[in-house]
């Protein structure tokens, strides 16, 4: 039986990276921190009992679990909001709402040049992070940040190696043509698969 | 001889096969560690507020454990039956499907035998009853036999 201490070990190490994992799925800063509490209570709830060993497994499998049935109760609502929409016109007001109002801004001016490149290299990787198919992303997450391999990966997204081995290799192609779009092949990291994309490219 | 000649290169455009995936795998292993290395930098900055209801999650979920478990240890303290009856509510919680048709079965079995142990009573009496009557069972379904007991 795990103590509250390995618990809490545990959730120090993997909280930051399972909200961020979150967001990229939910696309919603606020949903993704009621997922992650949600994930952690049941951890605690229903596996307490169980070794802190078995910790990392059980955790992203209730956070995929509790990913879907956020995405179930949305997929509903938004079919509400759809239906009740078609009856109304827009706000109540009669304003319109700026885009621009709701983007988020980050203040880089103090930092220096290549710390504001970094942070704008991430923010590309995050938007095609979330342009990602759901699968593909979940494979990726799991495989490569959560560093789980195959088959634990394959149970927790109840698919065959094969699939996981499927997903997590189209993920990658596809975030590195993303990131070549963008202008990033020079980052030192997507040359080599920009030769092989387009060699295989060439074969077809 | 051409035949193994065709083998060998069979044999070469296979191998050569073989390392092209091989160096597929590692071009991509590499790729994506350089990604989870960005994103693990990302998720080190996070808004203060975010921290805050994280480690306030993480804090609830941690009260939850120790108490569960505090509450454990002194059950354990109470008695042996409390440690008996803990196990059976805990075990009713476990398997809910299980625990009901297990519990309709007893009831069901009981029933079914009270039923029959009843039946077999009555059976029972009324043979009894037969036997210790001094008068023979065909008297009572004598119509006249009332009136006779009466004059007599």
New interface residues.
């Given amino acids: 039986?795990?103590?509250?201490k390995e618990?809490?070990d545990f959730?120090?190490a993997v909280?930051?990276?399972a909200?961020?994992q979150t967001v990229y799925a939910v696309r919603d800063?606020h949903a993704a921190?009621d997922i992650?509490?949600d994930a952690?209570?049941k951890?605690?709830?229903k596996y307490?009992n169980h070794p802190a060993s078995e910790f990392p497994m059980l955790f992203q499998r209730i956070l995929q679990n509790t990913m879907r049935d956020f995405w179930r109760r949305q997929k509903v609502r938004n079919l509400w909001t759809t239906l009740l929409s078609s009856f109304g016109g827009n706000d109540a007001d009669g304003e319109e709402r700026d885009p621009l109002e709701t983007i988020d801004v980050e203040d880089d001016s103090d930092e220096p040049s290549a710390v504001l490149a970094?942070n704008q290299?991430?923010q590309l990787?995050?938007r095609a992070?979330e342009k990602l198919p759901a699968r593909q992303r979940q494979a990726?997450v799991l495989?490569?940040?959560e560093e789980m391999d195959v088959a634990e990966t394959a149970e927790i997204m109840g698919c065959s190696d094969g699939s996981v081995k499927t997903h997590?290799?189209r993920a990658?192609?596809a975030?590195?043509l993303e990131l070549k779009k963008q202008g990033l092949d020079k980052?030192?990291?997507?040359n080599?698969?920009f030769d092989?994309n387009s060699s295989i490219k060439k074969g077809d | 001889m051409n035949r193994r000649r065709d083998n060998m290169t069979n044999e070469k455009h296979i191998n050569l096969m073989d390392d092209e995936v091989t160096s597929?795998l590692v071009?991509?292993d590499?790729?994506?560690?350089?990604?989870?290395e960005?994103?693990?930098?990302?998720?080190?900055q996070?808004k203060p507020q975010?921290e805050q209801?994280?480690s306030a999650?993480?804090g609830?979920?941690?009260d939850?454990?120790?108490e569960?478990?505090a509450q454990l240890a002194s059950g354990n303290r109470v008695s042996q039956n409390g440690n008996a009856l803990r196990w059976f509510g805990q075990h009713l919680e476990q398997h809910r499907v299980t625990s009901v048709a297990l519990i309709l079965a007893v009831m069901l079995l009981t029933f079914f035998a009270v039923q029959h142990l009843s039946l077999n009573n009555n059976l029972e009496n009324s043979d009894a009853f037969l036997l210790a009557s001094d008068l023979p069972p065909e008297a009572y379904a004598d119509k006249g036999f009332n009136a006779w007991l009466d004059s007599n």
């Avoid at chain 1, 980052?187 to 997507?190: E, I, K, T, W, Y």
């Avoid at chain 2, 960005?38 to 080190?44: E, H, I, K, T």
């Fill in positions: 039986m795990a103590t509250p618990l809490s959730l120090v909280e930051r990276r909200f961020k800063d921190l992650v509490q952690m209570m951890l605690a709830e307490g970094r290299t991430i990787i995050e992070l990726f495989r490569y940040w997590c290799s990658v192609h975030l590195a980052l030192g990291l997507s080599a698969i092989k | 597929n071009v991509e590499q790729i994506a560690r350089n990604i989870t960005l994103l693990n930098d990302r998720a080190q996070l975010q209801r994280l999650a993480r609830l979920a941690i939850y454990l120790a569960q478990q």
